[in-house]
């Protein structure tokens, strides 16, 4: 048995699992959202208030390591584009070691396209041997990666994410139309500067917040049940319904109708719908498939 963290932008995710065989049996979950991204976007600078958020979640995540999987031998420490960006990361991290005893494994763009990739795929029964496009929409980056027969032939790392996009372009609440178009525009900027090569019509996969949330909202799931979100098809027109209502009624009065799914990340979603909309216009998309799987799943593998 093995566990994985992950530190996001805005969540920190713990997976325990079962590893056998190269075959992930997911056992415990657990989700808190410290934001450790605000603000950072702007000043490259992760301050002492996040850093404690997330030092308080990781401590919380060690006593129930500690009480409940005694027997867990490894736990590997991830993080990613908030702490990648951040003039201060290599502070942040000691003060993460010193506070928690975790040591943390900082992945480059790519690396994190990889694992995510291979810990989407790890709770989908796709064929192997499918050409399969990898989203995921994170707080502060968004990657994609592009496998044909299971191997990552290209990835890459956008600086782009919904915590980033709303300090950056959605700051009234709903967004303005004249926000949303800047958004948009934005979004096609960095998805044509950096073109994948697609050579068939691959499968198109999405992991995180946005994608399971939509999903979520999608079925009108009150209740958090991840067997109804892995698999589930997320049609272009499920996201465009959500984009009109967020845009007219505002994050408040959608949170309230799905707070389970939207509790801290509300204010951040109408970015991450975006991204999303983009992508499917960027590769010509009509839906993708869900995955609950990410980057703490891929860590278990790829470490295994």
Same mark, same amino acid.
């Given at each position: 048995?093995? &566990?994985?963290?992950?530190?996001?932008?805005?969540?920190?995710?713990?997976?325990?699992?079962?590893?056998?065989?190269?075959?992930?049996?997911?056992?415990?979950?657990?989700?808190?959202?410290?934001?450790?991204?605000?603000?950072?976007?702007?000043?490259?600078?992760?301050?002492? +208030?996040?850093?404690?958020?997330? =030092? +308080?979640?990781?401590?919380? !995540?060690?006593?129930?390591?500690?009480?409940?999987?005694?027997?867990?031998?490894?736990?590997?420490?991830? &993080?990613?584009?908030?702490?990648?960006? &951040?003039?201060?990361?290599? +502070?942040?991290?000691?003060?993460?070691?010193?506070?928690?005893?975790?040591?943390?494994?900082?992945?480059?763009?790519?690396?994190?396209?990889?694992?995510?990739?291979?810990?989407?795929?790890?709770?989908?029964?796709?064929? =192997?041997?499918?050409?399969?496009?990898?989203?995921?929409?994170?707080?502060?980056?968004?990657?994609?990666? !592009?496998?044909?027969?299971?191997?990552?032939?290209?990835?890459?790392?956008?600086? %782009?994410?919904?915590?980033?996009?709303?300090?950056?372009?959605?700051?009234?609440?709903?967004?303005?139309?004249?926000?949303?178009?800047?958004?948009?525009?934005?979004?096609?900027?960095?998805?044509?500067?950096?073109?994948?090569?697609?050579?068939?019509?691959?499968?198109?996969?999405?992991?995180?917040?946005?994608?399971?949330?939509?999903?979520?909202?999608?079925?009108?799931?009150?209740? !958090?049940?991840?067997?109804?979100?892995?698999?589930?098809?997320?049609?272009?027109?499920?996201?465009?319904?959500?984009?009109?209502?967020? &845009?007219?009624?505002? =994050?408040?009065? %959608?949170?309230?109708?799905?707070?389970? !799914?939207?509790?801290?990340?509300?204010?951040?979603? %109408?970015?991450? %719908?975006?991204?999303?909309?983009?992508?499917?216009?960027?590769?010509? *998309?009509?839906?993708?498939?869900? =995955?609950?799987?990410?980057?703490?799943?891929?860590?278990? *593998?790829?470490?295994?």
């Amino acid at each position: 048995m093995k &566990a994985a963290i992950d530190i996001g932008t805005n969540t920190v995710l713990l997976l325990v699992a079962d590893v056998i065989s190269g075959q992930l049996k997911p056992v415990h979950e657990e989700q808190r959202i410290p934001r450790l991204g605000r603000g950072v976007d702007a000043d490259r600078i992760i301050n002492e +208030e996040a850093t404690r958020r997330v =030092s +308080e979640a990781l401590r919380e !995540y060690k006593v129930i390591l500690e009480n409940d999987f005694s027997d867990v031998e490894d736990v590997i420490v991830t &993080a990613t584009s908030a702490v990648r960006d &951040a003039r201060n990361r290599e +502070e942040f991290m000691a003060s993460i070691k010193e506070e928690t005893g975790f040591e943390i494994r900082l992945l480059s763009g790519r690396e994190e396209a990889e694992w995510t990739a291979a810990g989407a795929l790890s709770v989908l029964d796709i064929p =192997s041997d499918s050409e399969t496009l990898i989203l995921d929409i994170g707080g502060g980056s968004t990657e994609i990666a !592009y496998l044909n027969n299971g191997e990552v032939v290209d990835g890459h790392s956008y600086d %782009m994410g919904s915590v980033r996009f709303t300090e950056r372009f959605l700051k009234s609440d709903p967004p303005s139309k004249v926000e949303i178009e800047r958004c948009r525009e934005e979004i096609q900027r960095f998805y044509g500067d950096r073109l994948f090569d697609i050579v068939n019509d691959p499968v198109a996969v999405g992991v995180a917040g946005t994608v399971t949330t939509l999903a979520a909202i999608a079925q009108d799931l009150r209740s !958090y049940q991840p067997e109804k979100l892995a698999g589930f098809i997320l049609k272009r027109s499920h996201i465009e319904e959500v984009i009109h209502e967020f &845009a007219t009624r505002g =994050s408040q009065e %959608m949170l309230e109708r799905f707070p389970v !799914y939207l509790r801290g990340r509300a204010d951040i979603f %109408m970015a991450g %719908m975006l991204i999303l909309e983009g992508f499917l216009d960027q590769f010509e *998309l009509n839906s993708l498939t869900v =995955s609950t799987g990410g980057i703490r799943h891929g860590a278990l *593998l790829k470490q295994h």
